[in-house]
């Protein structure tokens, strides 16, 4: 397990309670530490059952194609650990590849990092940006894909709407049919642009949510954010 300052012992930090693996898929998740303090205050809990709040998951394709990484969120965007879920995929990400690349089995997966201590991360600085360049809308989801800057824009000399450039994230909203039942989903795709894809998550969630508070219809939607540049702080 990782060891971590004073400091960190006494900020609200992530912690790894969840470690799956086998042949066709690997998932990380995380909850915060003062639920793991809670669950293992009494002596007889390891703190797997500690809520997780976000998870990633490396899935094997078939053949030759690049595996599918997708993310997790179970922290509503009220809540006050969304912020804290959100900052943790990052390190989740390169925990499970780290897994993946040297061929870990579960056992020796969660000796190594369950109960590992994710760290802060920096705000990543880039001059590169995402833009909303696809949305897709029915009565169950909401779907939103980004691409970047550079790509957006060769996309558009080349006399296109730039809806075709390949995406790098999609983020979506799914309707589970049952009252105050949605699920948040993010898929990372192969790219040279994964951090810049990671950073905007939190931003193009935003956009999915005002979408859905807002009733916007998949035109409404595409009107008000197609081309949308997805900064942050």
């Known amino acids: 397990m990782r060891s971590w300052s004073f400091a960190l012992q006494n ?30 205050s009494t002596g007889t809990h390891s703190g797997v059952d500690a809520k997780t ?38 390190e989740l990400c390169e ?10 089995d579960m056992g020796q997966a969660k000796e190594k990092y369950f109960g590992y201590a994710l760290t802060a991360r920096e705000i990543y600085q880039a001059s590169n940006h995402l833009i909303v360049n696809s949305i897709h809308i029915d009565d169950t989801f909401i779907k939103i894909f980004a691409t970047d800057s550079e790509r957006w ?16 994230l999609c983020v979506s ?18 790219s040279d642009e994964r951090a810049l894809a990671i950073a905007s998550i939190g931003k193009l969630l935003d956009i999915a949510w005002d979408i859905k508070n807002q009733g916007l219809d998949r035109e409404q939607a595409l009107d008000r954010y197609f081309g949308y540049r997805v900064s942050f702080p």
């Open 11 to 40: 900020m609200r930090h992530l912690i790894i309670n969840s470690i799956q693996v086998n042949e066709q898929e690997i998932i990380v998740g995380a909850t915060d530490s003062f639920r793991w303090a809670d669950e293992r």
């Open 53 to 90: 709040h976000v998870w990633v998951t490396i899935t094997k394709n078939q053949g030759r194609s690049a595996p599918t990484e997708e993310v997790g969120l179970f922290a509503g965007r009220t809540e006050d650990i969304y912020e804290l879920a959100l900052s943790g995929i990052a």
């Open 95 to 104: 925990i499970a590849w780290e897994i993946k690349t040297q061929g870990l």
């Open 153 to 168: 824009n060769y996309e558009r000399s080349m006399a296109d709407s730039g809806a075709n450039a390949t995406p790098h």
């Open 173 to 190: 909203l799914e309707d589970m049919g049952k009252p105050w039942v949605i699920i948040q989903k993010i898929a990372l795709f192969p």
